[in-house]
Structure formats: structure tokens, C-alpha cells
């Protein structure tokens, strides 16, 4: 299957600062990025969603100046988590998908932990 | 818009035996898809079946099946012979066709699943 990789898998800051997270797609064309939020014990939250060489679509409650989206080229996108806070601390995880295709492909997320 | 219910936040099942996870979902489309994804303790989303709205037979992946009834809105994953490997948070997911753009997929909160051994 298609491989979407996601990096760091794990990154600690402190509050105020910024933190950039990767997701690569490593054998396709992801036209479409999606972010996700993961609170313990709880299901996938969409944040956004991106198409490759537009402005994301962000959803209700989610801050876009605080949660830059950048999907610039047909492999990579990134999230920037700006001012990070400690409540901002969570597991995101994105997923990319080619095309129309049905299935979309996940990375295997990355635990933000803000201090 | 299209919601996804899973009712049982956990479920258990003795190693070997055969356990069922309940889904159901709320839509006015005719045509979508739908999935199961199993997410271990590393976290990774991990796909386990797929199923075309549009395929009256029930998709199968190995030791894992499922019960689609449309006219219900219900989709069961079915798990025979189980092993401690598949014990894992279990996530039920809707996706519109690709007709109408790219959505995301919708997910249930999700199934816990113990396995005994």
C-alpha cells in the first residue's frame, strides 16, 4: 500500500514557541491532506483539509492563525503549530489521499507535548 | 451531514473466538463508502476492510467480515478466530463518493477491544 510518512513522531516545547510538523506522501501525488486531532481515548477530530496548491479549508472552531497549513507541492504538507500552549498538546495525525481515489492513506501521527 | 455510531465503547473476547462490532450511520446519499480501521497502541491507523455501498456482497479481509445492511444503515465488523494481536481501538468511517470532491472521512468514536487470553 501507499506510504504517507509523518515526522517527528514526538517533539516536546515550550509554551510560546512554534512547532512544524511533516507529512510526506513517499510513492504518490497526495492531492489532498488531511489533519487530524486525537485527544486520549477519543476519536480522530478533522481539522483541515488541504488541496495541493491551495488555501486549507479549515473547520469550525479550529483556529487558523494558530494552525498554519501549508500544502505547496504533491508530496508534502505541513503543520505549524504557532504559539504553541499546553492545551495545544495532542496526537495529530495527517492523511493523504491521491486523486479520487476511494482510500486515504494515514501517517503515523505525532504527540505534541507543550511544557 | 453524515454521522457514524458506534454504541459499544468497549468490547472483550477470549482469544480464538469470534467477536462482532456494531456500527451504524445516518445519510441521504445513495452512493459512499464505508471502512473499519483498527488504531493498535502505536497509534498508527491501520485499514481492515472496505465497502462499496453500491456491492450488495459483504466485503471479507482474512479473519475479518462484515454485516452491511443499507436499508439499516448498519455495518458490523466481524472478528473470528481472534488473536491478542487484534486487540486495538477499532474506528467505523464514512466517506462520500469522490464524485463529491474530496470530503473526509467521518469516524464513530470508536470500539476498545480486549482480547483474553
Known amino acids: 500500500g501507499a506510504v504517507v510518512s509523518q515526522h517527528p513522531s514526538w517533539v516536546i516545547c515550550k509554551s510560546g514557541t512554534s512547532v512544524k510538523i511533516e507529512c510526506r506522501s513517499l510513492?504518490?501525488?497526495?492531492?489532498?491532506m488531511f489533519w487530524y486531532r486525537q485527544f486520549p481515548k477519543q476519536s480522530l477530530m478533522l481539522m483541515a483539509t488541504s488541496n495541493e496548491g491551495s488555501k486549507a479549508t479549515y473547520e469550525q472552531g479550529v483556529e487558523k492563525d494558530k494552525f498554519l497549513i501549508n500544502h505547496a507541492s504533491l508530496t508534502l504538507s505541513t503543520l505549524t503549530v504557532t504559539s504553541a500552549h499546553p492545551e495545544d498538546s495532542s496526537f495529530y495525525i495527517c492523511s493523504a489521499r491521491e486523486g479520487s481515489y476511494t482510500e486515504a492513506f494515514f501517517g503515523q501521527g505525532t504527540r505534541l507535548t507543550v511544557v | 451531514a453524515q454521522t457514524v455510531t458506534q454504541s459499544q465503547p468497549e468490547m472483550s473476547v477470549q482469544e480464538a473466538e469470534t467477536v462482532t462490532l456494531s456500527c451504524t450511520y445516518d445519510t441521504s446519499e445513495s452512493d459512499y463508502y464505508l471502512f473499519w480501521y483498527k488504531q493498535p497502541p502505536s497509534r498508527q491507523m491501520i485499514l481492515v476492510i472496505r465497502q462499496e455501498a453500491y456491492k450488495q456482497q459483504n466485503a471479507t479481509e482474512n479473519r475479518f467480515s462484515v454485516n452491511f445492511q443499507k436499508a439499516a444503515k448498519s455495518f458490523s465488523l466481524k472478528i473470528s478466530d481472534s488473536q491478542l494481536g487484534d486487540a486495538a481501538m477499532y474506528f467505523c468511517a464514512y466517506r462520500s463518493p469522490p464524485n463529491s470532491g474530496n470530503t473526509p472521512l467521518v469516524f464513530g468514536k470508536g470500539t476498545r477491544l480486549s482480547v483474553i487470553a
Open positions: 510513492d504518490f501525488q497526495a492531492t489532498t
